[in-house]
């Protein structure tokens, strides 16, 4: 692709799915899958290091395997201009079944990589319909809502500990279906300040509707959007910088 | 995708991928990956280990697309589900499955298995069996054609019973015809005995079951004959490298593979003549491809793939006759789209070095070579005649382009070997170092990497015998002791394995029941150390009444006849016997390419002549 040189590269932030089968990726697997169709598309991509090249690229925080996902984010850096659209065009002819570009915006190569932004994930999990009630479910949310702590037992390939899981839920909504079923919205940390993962919540939530983790584990997730908290506002990195928009820290 | 194929097993193979580690083993879907129409003849081709290994593999690409290239025909890719997914599919009654449409393998026309290696055999027996076939040939009497192809099949015995029909040598003209065949097998309702008999007749198909075996009461091979009504092909076949520029949209695996990069050959067959190597001996003539086609083959594999890395590859790649243009222009192709270019399988000399450590983006990485052997004398034995000047010159030149690693491969249990050989390893090694220091330059980190010679067939050292554990593992801590510096890192193989592939690799028939056994006593993986247990090979032999050592530890007689002897790769056993001769008297041979034919009969038997494209040096 022939561009018009830059005097510093330009950040191209990308939202993407994560579905269908593309679900199963793991995040190295997605992250490598973004790499390859970045290097198919043309575009003037940046590399950093001089004896084994290696692509720029930033992504948003690891999405847990079989959970899909509308909002993923990744910011590429270019080297030459290229219209958002174009780029998005590129890269969406290139990219394997299951990830899709939704959205691209350019923006100044200075701005604070989506790595960097992120601290927010926002779920909507819908458990098999005969899990629960939905007043169980409600209960159980305005019970863990106003607990100081809530105890959650982590256990990770190396090493297996206890750890709050409260102050990292921000948001915990029953929304009831018709028929018999609830969706349950949730907003937890995830990325630089932390991370809850859904599959915790929906644990220790079950254990206090009484529904237990043998059939949870027909819960749909899906992680809808991940974001920059300010205040108690949340903030898509797609709209930093722009009018009306908050302003990302560390600017101006 | 998989859904749209009436009979797929997707919609109950969905719910086991959160039971087990890499789902995307599973998936298919990748990018390039053949798109599948319903009908015409079914081929699934399959590679007995896990999909990381076996998406590298290049000849299973090639045949992909070959017979993806057909009209009324398609290709899938099958690997061996990973432990964890053998014991869901198992549970869940799910059958072997193709990637591209989730259909059970069991309804294919064709059933390709490569044979990479003797440590995948149990994996082989497996994959027959997930997909729901009886092992035996004699007991299936419908289903797919289950046909072994690769350097495995030089020696297929120790598989016959498991096996229709074997493809000996390079598939992409026997293949095609095998699938018309079978096309015309289908709109004639054929039997599918009828196929198999019609098939055996096809140049480069062989029938086990068309041979039988006789043996002596000392436990050697009396005769192997032909059964009344027998077809006389067992011969195998070559091709022209430019008429088949494959593959051309290689598949991007979904995860890193174990060769993460476009692979594109230089030449086919290698006749440097190392006397240890069947591929040097089963792949012959040497043909090489046009530098123009690997130059475009690499410039649109890249653009399509977008892999960050080229392999320009070959038994022997610095033997290409036009290596420096081609190193050169798929070079500058590389510079340009910031991606690396590699050369594997160097010889050991300065002009190799100097073009392997130039390339563009290798950066400060390694460059590998292999010497084999330490001293002069067991280097002319193995044929492998390079001067320690070379060596020298070879490590000097890779320092001096600011390589920071070399890896060096070489070899214990050699024909002839004595300690001196094994003892002179770790010297070498730091001679090697010394000579980098003494023209002032930081000497690279050297790995070594030992490995235990296993003879094998269709080789001059076929005859030859192999060491025990014990030898083997004395050897090993020898070495273990005389390279203990810092700078230098040591590796070597599991000797149990080695000794296994041993046995297997000049294994006969009788052989069959022993893999057999090894395989329901739970072998699986048998070439990952963590899954390989020596103990099940030992029980299996024991209760087979087979002695291990009689195939593995014992030197033949020059006239023994061999299981292998009515399968005709090229070389004829008077060329391999008169090598082995030689080796004995540490004589060397030389390569045929410098312009005098030796003769080991290749060029005749297969009626193909050595391809050079530029002039051999
Ligand atoms: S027949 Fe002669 S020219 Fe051909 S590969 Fe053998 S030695 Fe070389």
């Not at chain 2, 095609?176 to 196929?195: F, M, N, Q, T, Y």
């Not at chain 2, 067992?234 to 290689?250: M, N």
């Not at chain 2, 410098?594 to 009969?601: H, R, S």
Request: aromatic share 6%; hydrophobic share 40%.
């Amino acid at each position: 692709m022939s561009t018009r040189p830059l005097p510093e590269p330009l950040r191209l932030r990308l939202r993407l799915t994560k579905k269908a089968r593309a679900r199963f990726l793991s995040h190295a697997e997605y992250s490598r899958a973004i790499m390859f169709a970045a290097r198919r598309s043309g575009l003037p991509l940046e590399f950093a290091g001089k004896h084994r090249p290696r692509l720029k690229l930033s992504l948003s925080p690891p999405l847990p395997i079989g959970v899909e996902s509308g909002g993923e984010l990744v910011d590429l850096s270019l080297v030459g201009y290229v219209p958002a659209a174009e780029a998005k065009r590129a890269l969406s002819e290139v990219l394997p079944p299951g990830i899709e570009v939704v959205e691209a915006r350019l923006m100044s190569g200075s701005d604070k990589a989506v790595g960097k932004l992120i601290d927010t994930a926002a779920y909507l999990v819908s458990p098999p319909e005969d899990a629960g009630t939905p007043r169980g479910w409600r209960d159980a949310a305005v019970e863990f809502m106003s607990r100081d702590s809530v105890e959650f037992t982590r256990v990770q390939p190396r090493r297996t500990r206890v750890v709050d899981i409260r102050k990292g839920v921000h948001r915990l909504d029953v929304e009831e279906l018709e028929g018999d079923g609830v969706t349950l919205a949730l907003a937890l940390d995830d990325g630089v300040a932390g991370t809850v993962k859904p599959w915790e919540v929906i644990e220790v939530l079950g254990g206090m509707a009484g529904v237990s983790m043998e059939v949870l584990k027909g819960s749909r997730i899906t992680r809808e959007g991940l974001f920059s908290r300010r205040g108690d506002r949340l903030v898509s990195p797609m709209e930093l910088g722009r009018r009306g928009a908050a302003a990302p820290r560390g600017r101006r | 995708m998989s859904e749209q194929f009436p009979g797929g097993v997707w919609e109950r193979l969905e719910p086991l991928l959160l039971e087990v580690e890499r789902p995307s083993r599973y998936l298919g879907g990748e990018w390039n990956a053949p798109d599948i129409e319903e009908g015409g003849t079914r081929v699934a081709l399959a590679y007995p280990d896990v999909y990381e290994i076996g998406a590298s593999n290049l000849g299973l690409a090639i045949l992909g697309e070959v017979v993806n290239d057909m009209d009324g025909a398609s290709s899938e890719r099958v690997y061996s589900p990973w432990f964890d997914m053998e014991r869901e599919m198992r549970t869940a009654g799910v059958p072997l499955f193709t990637l591209e449409t989730h259909r059970p393998v069991s309804g294919f026309d064709i059933f390709g298995i490569t044979i990479p290696h003797e440590l995948t055999y149990t994996n082989i027996l497996n994959l027959i069996d997930l997909a729901g076939l009886p092992l035996h040939a004699r007991d299936r009497s419908a289903g797919p054609l289950v046909v072994g192809g690769g350097c495995g099949a030089a020696n297929p015995e120790p598989l016959a019973g498991f096996f229709d029909l074997f493809a000996l040598g390079e598939a992409e003209e026997s293949l095609p015809r095998l699938v018309e065949l079978v096309g015309l097998a289908r709109a004639s309702g054929w039997p599918r005995d009828r196929l198999i008999a019609e098939a055996s007749r096809l140049d480069g198909f062989y029938r086990p079951s068309d041979y039988e075996v006789a043996y002596n009461p000392d436990g050697t091979v009396r005769a192997v004959d032909p059964v009344p009504g027998a077809s006389s092909s067992r011969v195998k076949t070559v091709v022209d490298l430019d008429r088949w520029c494959l593959p051309r949209r290689p598949v991007v695996p979904s995860c890193e593979a174990v060769h993460d990069r476009v692979n594109v050959e230089l030449f086919r067959g290698c006749v440097r003549g190392c006397r240890f190597c069947q591929a040097g001996m089963v792949y012959r003539p040497v043909r090489e491809r046009s530098a123009s086609l690997v130059v475009g083959m690499a410039d649109e594999a890249t653009a399509l793939t977008g892999h960050d890395e080229v392999s320009l590859c070959s038994l022997s790649s610095s033997d290409y006759t036009l290596i420096e243009e081609v190193a050169d222009r798929v070079g500058g192709i590389c510079e340009d789209r910031r991606l690396a270019l590699s050369l594997p399988s160097l010889r050991m000399d300065e002009r190799s070095a100097s073009i392997a450590g130039g390339l563009a983006g290798g950066g400060r990485g390694g460059l590998t070579f292999a010497p084999e052997a330490a001293t002069d004398r067991l280097r002319r034995v193995i044929n492998k005649p390079i001067a320690e000047s070379d060596m020298v010159d070879a490590v000097v030149c890779a320092a001096r382009a600011g390589r920071r690693r070399v890896k060096l491969y070489f070899m214990i249990g050699l024909p002839t070997e004595t300690d001196e050989d094994v003892f002179e390893i770790a010297a070498l090694v730091y001679r090697l170092r010394d000579a980098v220091r003494a023209q002032g330059l930081a000497p690279p980190a050297i790995n070594v990497s030992v490995s235990t010679f296993v003879p094998k067939p269709h080789t001059p050292f076929q005859w030859c015998a192999q060491d025990d554990m014990e030898t083997i593992r004395r050897k090993q801590d020898e070495l273990k002791s005389g390279l203990r510096s810092r700078a230098v890192n040591l590796s070597w193989h599991d000797a149990g394995m080695s000794v296994v592939e041993g046995l297997l690799a000049r294994g006969d028939r009788r052989l069959g029941a022993v893999i057999e056994d090894a395989w329901s006593a739970g072998g699986r993986f048998d070439s990952w150390s963590d899954h390989f247990d020596q103990a099940r090979w030992r029980e299996a032999c024991d209760r087979a009444g087979l002695d291990p050592g009689f195939y593995q530890q014992r030197e033949r007689p020059l006239d023994e006849a061999f299981p292998w002897d009515h399968l005709d790769l090229g070389v004829t056993r008077e060329f391999l016997a008169g090598e082995y001769q030689r080796a004995m008297r540490a004589e060397t041979s030389p390569d045929c390419r410098a312009g005098i034919c030796i003769e080991c009969g290749a060029c005749e038997r297969l009626d193909r002549a050595q391809v050079l494209k530029g002039r051999w040096p």
